[in-house]
């Protein structure tokens, strides 16, 4: 990125155990830096009003998973999509400049 080969600026990189508390996705104040109620509460209302699109029914997906992916429950779908929770006890290591 630094060099100006990718068409990104920025990389977010999720890799809290427990997950991000506090972290950038929260719904802010401008001021103080706090969690806004309201904004909260706007944000789910719009989130509740938008359409329900199930992907099953997307004719472009349903191509996608059986040109490129040999269909939807082959080897390839699972290692390319689908991911594992690991819970903390099972994280054996982790970057020496990281503590939790």
Not at 31 to 38: C, F, I, N, P, S
């Amino acid at each position: 990125m630094r060099k100006g080969r990718v068409p990104y600026q920025l990389v977010e990189v999720l890799s809290c155990p427990g997950g991000c508390l506090s972290g950038r996705g929260q719904a802010e104040s401008e001021m103080g830096g706090r969690v806004d109620k309201a904004l909260v509460q706007q944000m789910e209302e719009v989130y509740s009003s938008l359409p329900v699109r199930l992907p099953e029914l997307n004719p472009i997906l349903n191509t996608l998973y059986q040109d490129w992916l040999q269909g939807q429950e082959s080897p390839q779908a699972r290692k390319l999509l689908h991911t594992e929770f690991r819970g903390q006890s099972q994280i054996h290591t982790q970057p020496p400049h990281m503590e939790w």
